[in-house]
Nanobody, 115 residues
Framework: HVQLVESGGDSVRAGGSLTLTCRAG????????VLWHRQRPGKEREQIAT??????VQYRRDVEGRFTISQVAYDKFYLHMTDLKTEDTGLYFC???????????WGQGTQVTVS
C-alpha cells in the first residue's frame, strides 16, 4: 500500500516555481535521509536531491541552485523548485524511511510540466 504521497505537481511556464510536498501518514525517520527523484520522458529515474542528518544536502548538478529540499515537520518534507526549465518536466517521486532500520518506501509520483 502507498505510504508516501507526493503533491504539488502542476503545469507551469518556464521560469516559474513550484513546491512539492511528500507526506507520510506517520513519522519519517530523517536520520535515514530523505530524497527526491524524477523521471523525465524517455529517461531513467534520477536522484535529484538528498537531505541527511545535520542538514547535509546534495543536489544533482542541473538542479543545484534552483531546487531546495527541506523537512520542517515530522511527517512531511518538501522540494521547492525555482527557475523551472522545460527539461525539468517529469514525474517527481519522494523516498524516505518510516522505520529506524532505514527500509525506504516511495510515493507514486506527482507530475511537473514546464512549457
Amino acid at each position: 500500500h502507498v505510504q508516501l504521497v507526493e503533491s504539488g505537481g502542476d503545469s507551469v511556464r518556464a521560469g516559474g516555481s513550484l513546491t512539492l510536498t511528500c507526506r507520510a501518514g506517520t513519522f519519517i525517520h530523517a536520520s535515514c535521509g530523505v530524497l527526491w527523484h524524477r523521471q523525465r520522458p524517455g529517461k531513467e529515474r534520477e536522484q535529484i536531491a538528498t537531505r541527511n542528518t545535520g542538514n547535509n544536502v546534495q543536489y544533482r548538478r542541473d538542479v543545484e541552485g534552483r531546487f531546495t529540499i527541506s523537512q520542517v515537520a515530522y511527517d512531511k518534507f518538501y522540494l521547492h523548485m525555482t527557475d523551472l526549465k522545460t527539461e525539468d518536466t517529469g514525474l517527481y517521486f519522494c523516498e524516505a524511511s518510516l522505520d529506524d532500520d532505514c527500509n525506504y518506501v516511495w510515493g507514486q509520483g506527482t507530475q511537473v510540466t514546464v512549457s
